[in-house]
Every structure is written in structure tokens, then in C-alpha cells.
């Protein structure tokens, strides 16, 4: 499904991945943990193709997509979340899905006819709304959802891209207990579908939803397997998994 | 009922029943004002279209009111009489040198890109200013102007004052429109955050530069009409403090709403008519008249008129 292989990236002196290969197969959920400024947010950059990498390819569905722009890999089927939550704020909640609609459903060069208006994206708009829990909210102005609302908001953007894979870059974050079994939930349900690589510091979530996990520290990754496994590599546990919660 | 489409219709209406009633009162002289104040009103209309709606904040754009009115000029003194011809010149070389200097300017963003769009103005204006056979600084008067196949329709003892009210009405109703559509929701995605917008799959560049090509060629086309109106053209129409005074419309009317534009080029063009002709300083009432405007009133006049609930965004 997403094949990457030996990404190289550094900023100056600092390398901040080191030959990075992973994969993630087609229903499976890849979780990547490591420690603050680990390089998982670069990665997940190089990915969806905002940062370029030095070297190593990008491939979705046996398809490079290394050269490709951040637009492109989105048309082709790399959808992604923010950690720093990213909406369009003085959008509606249901525009802000819709707009993410109107790019896979017909031209967008059209000038006259009100979008707003056009049934046929706010249905499948307010459907995913609907899927993620915020169904009841499509009226809002985006500025105003919480914070934990906004993170579903921007999950609901991704969805509506109708990705082959999905990127999501600390989804948990900041968000409170309830909130987060939520959405563990949902994601869930959603890795039956949709192969997702999943960055995430909430261990309650990586054990729940995770397939293959990889550690990453300094930019390089230095233990992988099932998350039991993981939990049992003595290497792991000195990099990441004690000095957490675990 | 939309609030800001009845005060838009209402304007609309006045500016149509005017030719009818200043006369009544003895007040022709009026007509003149009426169209200086629409054709500012064209060109901030086309100016809110990227600023407003797209975020791009030019100060350049009225050098494509310029470089449309030496388009329609030249293509008079080289004998082209059609209305329709020298509005097609008009949008050639206006699109032409909109798409060329708008796929440059937006590389950048922001303050570089007011500052790529100011020097691109500049070069226009200095282009103009030494067009030697068409009067260069001085400007040019000219003898023979536009037919619409051989009527005068399309001149000041004509129609011309409708013409420019129908144009007005077009670029007013046609840029909000355009802000409403699937094209614009695009454009006021990137405004609202482009990497947003570009990581739903749009490849923003491309919706900014058309929206910047279609702002430049409402803005020619409002040069066309000034020649028509003034029967003379001087590069200062293009010069960047003219910009200035259609971002300052743009802003004092309110950014990216119905009828923001259209208010504050009307509210620049007859307060500084109202000033000066009361006061010799007027210039010292009007800039802190501007100042509490922006302070107070921070969605500009159409706030004013509008309230926040029925909003024409
Ligand atoms: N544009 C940049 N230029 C220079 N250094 C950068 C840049 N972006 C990130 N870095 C550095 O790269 C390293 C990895 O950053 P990154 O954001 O990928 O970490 P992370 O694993 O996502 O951390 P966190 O858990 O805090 O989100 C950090 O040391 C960071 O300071
Ligand atoms: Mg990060």
C-alpha cells in the first residue's frame, strides 16, 4: 500500500531521518512512537510531500510518488492531519468538509453556480461529518469548535479526500479522556478500511490500534515489530517506552 | 432577504434614476463625480476579488487600469473606432501582462508579494510614462473616440454613463458571484490557509493567478471606460498611490463582502468632494476620518449598513 524506502533527511548538520524504511500494508494501522524531536512530523512531512526529501522514494499502491507535489500525492491518495490543528476557520464546519469534497468530485473551474448550494457535496459532507461525531455541529463557524472538535473536524477534512492512506500526526493530542477513547474508536473502525500510519505519544492508543510499530529516535529507526514485541525490546525501552507512562 | 442585496439593489436604483433627477434640481454637474466615483468603484471591485476573497494583498493593480487605458488609446490613434475591438485589445494585453507578472508575484506571499506587485506597477507606470509618441508624462488628449458601430452610445453625450453603470453592475455581481462558486470557495480556502487548502488537493497557485488575470481585466476594462469618459489619458492613473486609493476603498468598504467595495469608493470619492470643497486642508479631516473609520467600524461600512447576523460574506 505505502512503501518508503530509505528516506534521508537533514537541516543543516542535523539529520533528522536516517534511512528510513517502512510499510504499511492495506488494512493495517503502522504506529511510529519515539521522543520529542524524534523526526516523526519531518517524516510524515516528507510523506505527504510538504518538505522535500534528500533521498529515498515514496510509493503508494506500487506508484512513486516521490516527485509528486503536496496537492498531487493528495489526488492520488496520500491524505494526512496536522499535529497543530488545520481547518479553515472562517469556514462553516460543513464548507470546511465540503470544500475537501469539491476536490474529488468534478472540476473546480466553475464561476457562477453557488457551491454552497450544491447538494451533491454538502450530502457526502455532512455523511462524514456524521461518521466522525460531528454531525450536529455542520452549522458552526470552524473558529469556534473546541479543540477537541476541531482535531475530528480535520480528520473529517481528510476523509473527505477519499484517501487510499491516511497519515495522522498525534491525533490524540491535547485531547481529554473521553475525547480520546472516542476516537480511538473511530479510528478503529476506520483501519478496516483505510490502512492509516499513525504518529502518537497516547500509548493507551498505539497498543489499541497498531498492526507493526516502529521506534524512531534521533531520525533513525531503532526497533520494530508488533507492538508486544516492541513492548519486550530491551532497546525500545531505554529509548522511548520508560520513560513514558507505557 | 439578504440584507446586503437590498442595499446593493438600493444603490443600483439611485445610480439609475440619477441622470433623471440631478437635472431637476439643477445638479448635472454631479454626473461627472457619479462616474469617477463608478469607474474607482469597477476597479475596487476586481481589487477585492484578490484581496478580500483571495488574500493577496497587490498594490499594483492599478497599473492594469493603466495599462487598459493606453491599450484602447493607441488602438484609437491607430484608428481602431469599434467599442468591441478595443475592449478585445484591452483584454489581450491586460491578461498578457497579468498572467506573466501574476505567475512571477505569486512565487511570494504577503509583504513580498505587495512588494513584487508595487514593482511591477512601477515598471508599468514608468513604461507608460515614456510611451514618447503618446504624450509621455504629459498624458494624451484625444480627438476621436470609441463608436459602438458608428453610435455614440458609448460616449459622454451619449450613453456613457450607462455603459459605466452597466459595467458596474456586471463586475459587482459577476465578482460576487465568482466569490460564491466553486472557484472561489477555493480562492478563500488558500486565503484562509494555503497549506490547507493545498493538502485538500487544490494546487492553490493556479486558482490565485487566474483570480489575479480576471482582477486585472475588470480593471482594464474600467481604463477603457476612463478614456472614454475623460477623452484624455495620462500615466498618472497608474501610479501606486492610486493603488493605494483602491486598497483604501477596498478596506474602509469592508474586505471580501457584497458591497464593501462598492461603498468605499463611493464614500473616498464624495467625502474628499464634500471636504474640499468645504476646507482648503480637507486633507487634515480626512486622514484621521479614515483612521477612526478603520478603528471603529473594523468591517468597514458594509458592517455599518449590515448587521453582523445577515452578513452578505
Ligand atoms: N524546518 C526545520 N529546520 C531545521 N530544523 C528543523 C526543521 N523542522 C524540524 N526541525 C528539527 O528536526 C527535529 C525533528 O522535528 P520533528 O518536528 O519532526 O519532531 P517530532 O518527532 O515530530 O517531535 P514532537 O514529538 O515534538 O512533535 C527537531 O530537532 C526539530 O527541531
Ligand atoms: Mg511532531
Known amino acids: 500500500m505505502l512503501e518508503i524506502e530509505n528516506l534521508h533527511k537533514s537541516f543543516g548538520a542535523l539529520t533528522v531521518s536516517h534511512d528510513i524504511s517502512l510499510s504499511v500494508g492495506a488494512g493495517q494501522c503502522h504506529a511510529v512512537i519515539g521522543p520529542n524531536g524524534a523526526g516523526k512530523t519531518t517524516l510524515i512531512h516528507q510523506i505527504s510531500g510538504v518538505l522535500r526529501q534528500d533521498k529515498g522514494r515514496v510509493a503508494l499502491d506500487g506508484k512513486d510518488v516521490s516527485a509528486l507535489s503536496v496537492w498531487e500525492r493528495v489526488q492520488a491518495g496520500l491524505g494526512r492531519t496536522f499535529q497543530i490543528t488545520s481547518v479553515l476557520p472562517s469556514f462553516s464546519v460543513l464548507e470546511n468538509v465540503a470544500t475537501a469534497v469539491q476536490a474529488k468530485n468534478g472540476s473546480s473551474l466553475r464561476f457562477l453556480a453557488a457551491a454552497a448550494r450544491e447538494a451533491a457535496l454538502n450530502d457526502i459532507a455532512q455523511d462524514i461529518l456524521t461518521r466522525v461525531g460531528l454531525g450536529a455541529r455542520s452549522g458552526q463557524q470552524a473558529a469556534d469548535l473546541s479543540h477537541g472538535e476541531l482535531r475530528l473536524l480535520e480528520l473529517a477534512i481528510a476523509l473527505a479526500g477519499e484517501p487510499k492512506c491516511l497519515l495522522l500526526d498525534e491525533p490524540m493530542a491535547g485531547l481529554g479522556r473521553t475525547e480520546s477513547v472516542a476516537l480511538i474508536d473511530l479510528l478503529r473502525t476506520l483501519r478496516e478500511e483505510l490502512p492509516m500510519l499513525l504518529v502518537e505519544h497516547d500509548m493507551d492508543a498505539v497498543f489499541q490500534l497498531a498492526d507493526d510499530l516502529s521506534v524512531l529516535v534521533d531520525g533513525q529507526i531503532v526497533a520494530r515489530g508488533t507492538p508486544d514485541e516492541v513492548r519486550q525490546n530491551p532497546k525500545a525501552r531505554a529509548a522511548y517506552l520508560g520513560e513514558g507512562s507505557g | 432577504m439578504d440584507r446586503s442585496l437590498v442595499i446593493g439593489a438600493l444603490i443600483f436604483a439611485c445610480l439609475l434614476a ?12 454631479l454626473t461627472g463625480l457619479l462616474i469617477k466615483a463608478m469607474l474607482l468603484a469597477i476597479a475596487a471591485i476586481s481589487l477585492d476579488l484578490i484581496i478580500g476573497h483571495g488574500g493577496m494583498v497587490s498594490l499594483g493593480h492599478a497599473a492594469f487600469i493603466g495599462v487598459g487605458a493606453y491599450a484602447a488609446a493607441i488602438g484609437l490613434e491607430s484608428g481602431i473606432e469599434n467599442i468591441l475591438v478595443l475592449l478585445l485589445l484591452t483584454l489581450v494585453v491586460t491578461g498578457g501582462i497579468a498572467l506573466i507578472t501574476g505567475a512571477l508575484a505569486l512565487r511570494t506571499t504577503g509583504v513580498y508579494f505587495l512588494m513584487i506587485t508595487l514593482a ?3 515598471m508599468i507606470y514608468f513604461t507608460l510614462t515614456s510611451l514618447a509618441a503618446y504624450g509621455g508624462d504629459d498624458g494624451l488628449t484625444l480627438w476621436s473616440l470609441a463608436t459602438f458601430f458608428g453610435s455614440d452610445i458609448v460616449q459622454n453625450r451619449g450613453g456613457l454613463y450607462f455603459v459605466i453603470l452597466a459595467v458596474l453592475f456586471l463586475s459587482w455581481f459577476g465578482v460576487y458571484r465568482i466569490s460564491q462558486s466553486r472557484f472561489g470557495r477555493v480562492l478563500r480556502a488558500a486565503r484562509d490557509n494555503p497549506q490547507r487548502a493545498e ?36 500615466p498618472s492613473i497608474a501610479a501606486w498611490q492610486r493603488s493605494g486609493d483602491l486598497i483604501v476603498a477596498v478596506v474602509l468598504g469592508g474586505l471580501g463582502t457584497r458591497n464593501g467595495a462598492l461603498l468605499g469608493a463611493f464614500f473616498i470619492v464624495i467625502v474628499e468632494e464634500l471636504l474640499s470643497s468645504v476646507i482648503h486642508e480637507w486633507r487634515l479631516i480626512y486622514g484621521p476620518l479614515l483612521v477612526l473609520l478603520v478603528l471603529y467600524a473594523k468591517g468597514g461600512l458594509n458592517d455599518l449598513l449590515t448587521p453582523a447576523a445577515q452578513k452578505g460574506r
Open chain 2, 18 to 29: 440619477m441622470p433623471v433627477l440631478l437635472p431637476l434640481v439643477g445638479a448635472e454637474y
Open chain 2, 120 to 122: 511591477f506597477g512601477q
Open chain 2, 199 to 234: 493538502v485538500m488537493g487544490y494546487p492553490i497557485a493556479r486558482y490565485q493567478l487566474i483570480a489575479y488575470v480576471i482582477a486585472a481585466l475588470i480593471a482594464g476594462i474600467s481604463g477603457l471606460l476612463l478614456v472614454q469618459h475623460a477623452e484624455f489619458v495620462s
